[in-house]
């Protein structure tokens, strides 16, 4: 039986943790591990210095034990084998209110869990849907499992991303992709602003490209990697050792 880290960067008041915490149950024993509050845009961050709360809460199923962390969602995983030490054979982090495509990697809590249970060498994959979509998702993980399964997609690479769309017409796999946005920053007044983005996205039959695919339509499915070495320049340069 195996045994499931269920994360994420929306809190423990996510409406779609507790459906996803009880179809996870199919596979093994389920532990739910979550930001106390939304961390959003967190990324890989975590926390060094200051000490943070952690608390065992309610969940509304009495099989599967849920703690919140009042830290980002790298801390969460990061606690829950280190701190917790416990095991894990598999670490899913969301489903995301919004999908997370192209430079989203960088800067996404919800990919943030995954890679820090990459760095402990725990296979993950990260899961979001469009803002509006959590019902699809959800309807939708079915055939991404089968996907998965049919494939042996998790013995060929240990770390995914998944971006769900609503009325999807299939699964791709696809590479991340760039930019799809600018970023803008709306004056508030005192100093203050805003960040908000607006949508630069160009419609491209590429749908190898993890935005295009979910834009065109598709589930984006992205193998991922935690080393960020450019192995081909590597290979090439690492003979000046000699």
């Known amino acids: 039986m195996m045994k ?5 960067d929306d809190s423990i008041g996510s409406e779609v943790l507790l459906p996803l915490a009880k179809w996870a149950k199919q596979f093994g024993e389920i532990t739910v591990v979550v930001p106390k509050y939304e961390q959003s845009g967190k990324s890989h961050c975590v926390e060094f210095r200051k000490a943070f ?3 065992q809460v309610p ?7 849920a703690y919140t962390v009042d830290s980002t969602p790298a801390d969460c995983v990061r606690f829950a084998v280190e701190g917790m030490r416990m095991e894990f054979d598999l670490v899913i982090s969301g489903i995301n209110r919004g999908l997370n495509l192209g430079i989203d990697v960088l800067y996404s809590g919800t990919l943030g869990a995954v890679f820090e249970a990459a760095a402990f060498g725990v296979p993950a994959v990260a899961l ?3 803002k509006g979509g ?3 998702a959800m309807e939708a993980l079915e055939e991404i499992k089968d996907f998965f399964i049919r494939h042996d997609l998790m013995r060929k690479n240990s770390l995914y991303n998944i971006n769900i769309p609503i ?11 760039n930019r799809y946005f600018a970023d803008e920053f709306i004056p508030q007044g005192d100093d203050m602003y805003l960040p908000t983005y607006k949508n630069t996205w160009a419609a491209s039959d590429d749908c190898s490209i993890d935005v295009n695919a979910a834009f065109s339509g598709y589930i984006s499915v992205s193998p ?4 960020r070495t450019n192995m081909a320049v ?3 340069l690492v003979k000046l050792n000699l």
Do not use: C, M, Q, Y
């Open 224 to 227: 991922l990697t935690l080393d």
């Open 59 to 65: 969940f509304d199923d009495p099989d599967i034990k």
């Open 134 to 136: 959590f019902a699809e």
């Open 234 to 236: 590597f290979e090439e």
């Open 167 to 177: 009325n999807h017409k299939g699964i791709r796999i696809t590479r991340v992709g």
């Open 4 to 8: 499931i880290l269920i994360t994420n």
């Open 53 to 55: 709360e952690v608390k």
């Open 128 to 130: 979001s849907a469009k």
